[in-house]
């Protein structure tokens, strides 16, 4: 008997406007696992997470999720997705509070009214970013790292069995990734699952036990986790240097 | 009052109350995704619809309910593509609709001054009929608005985590699209086509410069709208100017002072 697989993609080929982006991707991410997906800018990462939550569609390959072929997969609320942004909002205001609880709307049905279990897990997920003393505010009123939390917390709010998140760290002060740090590692204790895409690791290091490393739409490599620079100032900050594909960024492999 | 003592004045601020009252509920789904200018295209595309009506001598707001509901949902989905040429194929949509509308009523024998009270509103226009479907479709969109609330919340946030998380995000985005072209159609006897679209939009505008959450703005704007669109009713009966003027020229002034006591507030 083996553990269930969260996600299975096999020889996956993505195409977005007209170019291959994903050549030939497989990835298998079993239920529990940590996994980082790390590379340059450009080399996948994003389209990888994409394709692995079904947002976009394969152009070869196949992938299952639960074990179960994606185009039957009926069952999304076991799965939490914070993708790639700068900041939260839009044209009309939303509290912390409404934004985080919007995460648990896939969970309801639609007759359905918000349960004290609904608000129970939207307060322990704002407890665990860290944010419940700004449940009332305005989400543009927030700073950019506090933002990011906020819809981490959207994520956890909906209860998530597996918790996909690209660059959650990107641009987001150091206080803000301890406390995702925290909140990751809650979610792994209580035997979730974690795909997080990364340009630099920095607390995140030490929950991490596999690494995918992308590089020009294929995976470069696939295991443990580069070990920390031991002449580097911070213990546990690690950084990545893939041979085949030089920096394309200025912040891939700094400090910020 | 003397004003309540007409028929077509009773109708026309029931009509006017509730469209200030559908009209924002489906502007602050616009708004929110910077689609403002939507009402403003399908206003134009139901001009049309209008055109067709007359020239048919079948009932105007019907034939331009058929024709904006159409354009409202070939409009959702270029937006959906999102193709380049998109922007291109929203603006020759909308000068087609306006194009299209202006020859039909020509065509039937219209004249420029029926045509004025389509595009700016009018005080006599509400007939009995023409009050129970402004009436019926407003309840339509209203109770629709407030039984997906919970999902159009989500789905305006981010469609791609709404998809993800199972929502079924092209039908969310298709009823705001019929809803707003509903809208549009109702509205078009009290406000018309041409500032329908600034009764969605103004309301909501005014009120997300005092509010913090996203119910507030909904639920401030619709009142409102409501009041504005009351009182620009009442205005026009006696300042004799189209209703769609004063309307929309009541709420830019209270847009106005709510930015301008939200600076002195700060400052
Ligand atoms: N929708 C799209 N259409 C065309 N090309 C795309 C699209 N999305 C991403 N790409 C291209 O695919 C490559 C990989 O992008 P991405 O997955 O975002 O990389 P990463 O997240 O690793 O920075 C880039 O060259 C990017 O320009
Ligand atoms: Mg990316």
Known sequence: MHAVSVFDLQHGTVALGGRRILEDVSVTVDEGEFVAILGANGSGKTTLVRTLVGLNPLAAGDLRVFDTPVRQFRQWPRLGYVPQRLSVGGGVPATVGEVVASGRTGRLSRFRRFSKADQAAVDHALEDVGLSHRVGDAVTTLSGGQQQRVLIARALAGEPEVLVLDEPTAGVDADSQDTLAGALGHLSNAGGSVVLVAHELGPLASLIRRAVVMSQGRVQSDGPPPQPDPHHDHPDHVHQHPHADPPSSSTFGLDR | ?267
């Open chain 2, 1 to 267: 009052m003397t004003i309540l003592a007409f028929d077509f004045m009773r109708r026309g601020l029931i009509a006017a109350f509730v469209v200030g009252l559908a009209a924002p509920s489906i502007g602050t789904f616009l708004v929110q995704r910077r689609l403002s200018l939507t009402g403003d295209g399908i206003g134009h595309v139901a001009f049309t619809g209008v055109g067709l009506g007359v020239l048919l001598r079948t009932s105007p707001v019907l034939t331009a309910v058929v024709v904006s509901v159409v354009g409202a949902v070939v409009i959702e989905i270029v937006r959906e593509r999102a193709a380049a040429s998109g922007d291109v194929a929203l603006a020759l949509l909308f000068y087609g609709g306006l194009a299209g509308g202006s020859i039909l009523i020509k065509l039937a024998g219209g004249t420029s001054s029926a045509l004025g009270g389509y595009l700016f509103g009018s005080l006599s226009s509400v007939s009995d009929g023409d009050l129970a479907v402004i009436v019926t479709l407003s309840a339509v969109v209203l109770l629709t608005m407030a039984l997906f609330l919970r999902e159009l919340f989500a789905v305006c946030q981010d469609e791609d985590v709404a998809r993800v998380s199972g929502m079924p995000v092209r039908f969310l985005n298709l009823l705001v699209a019929v809803g707003a072209a509903v809208t549009v159609t109702v509205a078009m006897r009290t406000v018309g086509l041409l500032l329908v679209s600034a009764l969605m939009v103004v309301p909501v505008a005014t009120v997300q410069l005092v509010a913090r959450s996203f119910k507030g703005t909904l639920y401030g704007a619709c009142l409102l709208g409501s009041v504005m669109s009351v009182g620009g009713l009442v205005v026009s009966y006696y300042a004799d100017v189209p209703p769609g003027g004063s309307i929309v020229m009541l709420s830019l002034a209270a847009f106005l002072v709510a930015a301008v006591s939200r600076k002195w507030v700060r400052a």
